[in-house]
Structure formats: structure tokens, C-alpha cells
């Protein structure tokens, strides 16, 4: 069985730019959520989608956004990004997210110059 | 606001040795708290604790609960390298999300 996997592993943006990051959950796992993990702040939830809704957000700007596709898949976008964006952003799958184990993708590593 | 706090923030001990790392939450609408290692990147699951009290092993580690104390604790023995990690830990609500600890940086020496 396939894990969580995101692409592309590894980015570099300039500031300003903006960005789209991918993760595909393990089959059958309709909940996916978003973590951004930087070294002093640990992992800070960004949001939830479960069959194409966000059902939670984060306390991150409206630069942040995310969507789901029918078939799970979802997307985070970061636009106008900051110096301060650089982080790694982890994805998570699971069944539903309200009460059960998740499962994370090997993470994409943005940095911003 | 939803809050989790790890203790210690970093170890480091020898091989062998027996090691308790704790977490305590403040969460709203609590439900479970979870347990993560974390190597490289990837975060991989540990325990899902939601009973107070049952002890849930597995090899040399183990995890139990206590939701009076709003605490956890994760137990290694006999530690080895291969233990060196960040372990997080994560209550959940039951606003889908995971609320995670900054975790404990442990490192094992040979």
C-alpha cells in the first residue's frame, strides 16, 4: 500500500514568488491536513480538508490557501512568499482526522531567498 | 487556545539507559493524544492513547495516559542509537486537528 507522497521534495523560491505543493494520501484516506515545521515553532497546523471542504484552519495569513480534488489529492498555495515561509510543510492523511492516527508524506522542504 | 508542552526539550543519555518523556495539553473538546518519532522528516505513528489509566506497548516502548492530569508520558528501556529522534506528541480535538508539542530532541549514545 502506497504511503502519503508529496512533491516536488525540495523548492527554492524568491520572495515574492509563489508556490503550489502537492500531496497524494494513501488510498481509501479521505482527510488530509497541513503542518508547517520549523525549528523553533514545531509543527503549526495550516488546515483540513475532508471530501473537497476545509473543515478547520489555522492561524496562518490569507497568503496560505488549500484545496481538495475529488480523488483526494490536495494542494496548499502560498503566494507573495516571505523570507519567513522557509520551512518544511508536511502533509497528513488519515480516515477522518477526528479520532484516528495520521499518516505523513515526506515533507517538501521550501526555502525562500 | 489549545496548548501542549513537552518536557524535557532535548536528552541525551547512553545506550541502555531508560528514558520518560512527558507531555501535558490543554485542549478543548479533548479526544485522544497521539505519538510520533520523528527521524528525518516524515513523522511515523507511534500510539493513539484515548482511555486513562491502559498502558499501550509495543517492543521497548510504551505509552499511557492520564486525563485527570491531562498528561502523557512515553517510556523507552534499554535504549539504543536508533531511538535518536524528535518524539512529538499530539492531542487531537474535535475540531480536525492535531495539536502538536515542539517535542523532545533525544539522542541515544553508543
Known amino acids: 500500500k502506497a504511503g502519503v507522497t508529496q512533491t516536488p521534495r525540495y523548492l527554492i523560491k524568491t520572495r515574492g514568488q509563489q508556490v503550489t505543493l502537492s500531496c497524494s494520501p494513501i488510498s481509501g484516506h479521505r482527510s488530509v491536513s497541513w503542518y508547517q515545521q520549523t525549528p523553533g515553532q514545531g509543527l503549526q497546523f495550516l488546515f483540513e480538508?475532508?471530501?473537497?471542504?476545509?473543515?478547520n484552519k489555522g492561524n496562518f495569513p490569507g497568503r496560505f490557501s488549500g484545496r481538495q480534488f475529488s480523488n483526494s489529492r490536495s494542494e496548499m498555495n502560498v503566494s507573495t512568499l516571505e523570507l519567513g515561509d522557509s520551512a518544511l510543510y508536511l502533509c497528513?492523511?488519515?480516515?477522518?482526522?477526528?479520532?484516528?492516527?495520521?499518516?505523513f508524506g515526506q515533507g517538501t522542504r521550501l526555502t525562500v531567498v | 487556545e489549545d496548548k501542549v508542552v513537552q518536557s524535557p526539550l532535548s536528552l541525551v543519555v547512553h545506550e541502555g539507559d531508560t528514558v520518560t518523556l512527558n507531555c501535558s495539553y490543554e485542549v478543548t473538546n479533548f479526544r485522544s493524544l497521539l505519538w510520533y518519532k520523528q527521524e528525518k522528516k516524515a513523522p511515523t505513528f507511534l500510539f493513539m492513547l484515548t482511555s486513562s489509566g491502559i498502558e499501550k506497548k509495543s517492543g521497548r516502548l510504551s505509552s499511557i495516559l492520564d486525563k485527570k492530569e491531562l498528561s502523557s508520558i512515553l517510556n523507552i528501556t534499554a535504549t539504543q542509537t536508533g531511538d535518536s529522534a524528535i518524539y512529538l506528541c499530539a492531542p487531537t480535538s474535535g475540531t480536525y486537528k492535531y495539536i502538536f508539542g515542539t517535542g523532545t530532541r533525544l539522542k541515544v549514545l553508543a
Open positions: 480538508y475532508f471530501s473537497e471542504t476545509q473543515r
Open positions: 497528513a492523511s488519515s480516515t477522518s482526522a477526528a479520532n484516528t492516527e495520521a499518516f
